[in-house]
């Protein structure tokens, strides 16, 4: 095939139950000029043979097998550098796209020429249920309306490269797609934009980290001070309004 126009970046780490679904969402694309590459952070499920069945009749699936069982981070890193898009799309392994996702979300780029997007997204149960119709975002988002807004959803990201640049996710284990966003918003764009068009669904899987509230205060928290070096009375300034955000997002 001739150069993708959007590589789409997932991570997977047995996810075996979703990742058929999470593939054929991205395959049945509107938009069809794209590269899907799933880095495999060493399952111990059938998530290989479920992707590579899949690469055999769709050669925009790519899959890549990490040697050491590395974190999203790291995952995400590699499926970047292996990347040929001009354009970075993220999607994690057990949510799933819209069918015009890319097509609706490119057009809002180059429209406007926006360098990062994101956009709404519904969420549902781990059988494919809708709990919520439509998760507004808000219009933009700068760096310091990003910390106390953690409002893009890593599954509804899009990133101009030959606008932002090569960049790459901090190395940490949990929240490095708010902490890329937070180091894109200091460097290379002021602002990112929302589309409030519901183009992504959210699967909330009881257990997971991003199913941990504790989980989720702990790593806003570490972002704040370890990631962003924030001095205590910001972190604890930012910390307030992100909680505040978060109590409203569930009224």
Known sequence: MNKPIISVITPVYNAEKYIENTINSVREQTFAHFEMILVD????????????????????????????????????NTGIEAAKGRYIAFLDS??????????????????????????????????GEIIQEKVLVPKSLNYKQLLKNTAIACSTVIIDRS????????????????????????????NAYGLNEVLSSYRKVKGSISDDKLSALKRTWNTYRNIEKLPLP????????????AIKKRI
């Open 41 to 76: 952070d060493c399952s111990t499920d059938n998530s290989r043979e479920v992707i590579e069945k899949i690469t055999k009749v769709d050669s925009r699936v790519k899959y890549v097998l990490l040697e050491n069982n590395s974190g999203a981070a790291v995952a995400r």
């Open 163 to 190: 606008l932002v640049g090569e960049f790459s996710m901090p190395l940490v284990r949990k929240g490095q797609d708010t902490a890329t966003w937070l180091k894109l918003l200091k460097g290379p764009v002021k």
């Open 94 to 127: 057990d949510d799933v796209w819209k069918k015009d996702k890319l097509s609706q979300q490119l057009n809002f780029m180059e429209k406007n020429h926006y360098a990062f997007t994101y956009t709404a997204f519904e969420t549902i149960t781990e059988n």
């Open 234 to 245: 910001k972190a604890v300034y930012y910390f307030t309004w992100y909680v505040l955000n």
